[in-house]
């Protein structure tokens, strides 16, 4: 890369509009990650852990000084049925959404869905009791 095009790439706002395609080690399981393949111009998260880094205030402005680890901590399903990866930032608790891109590790997305599903805020097996208390029939067989 000449002088130049560096000197480009660390103006202000640069990646919200130009492709951010480089290849790159990621920090956390130290995968290679090559934007071939992603379905998207804007790589920003590794496709095998799905960890970020926080560099964005706003999305590509490059502004964050933080630039701690964003953690996968939950996906949702956008109005137009596309999947997204809420991040959390390890060191400043920050949130922030990405959409998944094409190359995603599949397994890794399931497992951050199925999450809540597994991790009860409540003790599953007082279900029926606390079903109960909140005046419904208090059965699980009752609910098919």
């Known amino acids: 890369m000449n002088r130049e095009n560096k000197r480009k790439t660390f103006e202000k706002g640069y990646y919200k509009n130009h492709a951010c395609d480089e290849t790159f080690i990621c920090k956390v399981c130290g995968r290679q990650v090559i934007s071939d393949g992603a379905g998207s111009k804007h790589r920003n998260h590794c496709p095998n852990c799905l ?4 560099v964005d205030v706003e999305p590509g402005d ?12 939950a996906v949702w399903v956008r109005k137009n049925g596309e999947w997204a990866i809420i991040h959390r930032c390890r060191q ?31 003790p599953i097996e007082r279900i029926e009791e606390m079903t109960r208390m909140m005046g419904g029939a208090g059965s699980i067989s009752g609910l098919s």
């Open 51 to 54: 960890t970020s880094l926080h």
């Open 62 to 73: 490059r502004a964050s000084d933080c630039g701690g680890y964003m953690e996968p901590v």
């Open 92 to 122: 400043c608790g920050e949130m922030s959404s990405n959409r998944i891109a094409a190359d995603d590790n599949p397994m890794k997305l399931m497992s951050i869905a199925m999450k809540p599903l597994t991790s009860s805020p409540f």
